[in-house]
């Protein structure tokens, strides 16, 4: 599964006009893999522990599933440079 984070705007210097994102792959559904950043320890990535804000599921619509985790590795990157395409800021990985 691909997922994406909406990010407080605090997590950037500089205003954006979007929300900046995390977009991250998972085995898990979104929702434990949200709970596992904002729980932080090693599985947490750093901004999605610190300024995730919400799911943004209106981002993931369409997306997935995949049958392989190099799938979901190469739609997360593909998701992201959309992403940024959009104009997001985004942080991936």
Do not use: N
């Amino acid at each position: 599964t691909v997922y994406v984070i909406e990010l407080s705007r605090d997590c950037v210097a500089e205003p954006c006009a979007l929300a900046p994102v995390y977009v991250g792959q998972t085995a898990h559904t979104p929702e434990q893999r949200f709970a596992q950043h904002k729980a932080g320890g090693r599985l947490a990535a750093g901004k999605a522990h610190r300024y995730g804000v919400r799911l943004r599921y209106d981002l993931m619509k369409g997306i997935g599933p995949f049958a392989t985790r190099h799938e979901a590795e190469a739609a997360e990157q593909a998701v992201a440079a959309a992403l940024e395409r959009r104009g997001h800021r985004v942080f991936w990985g």
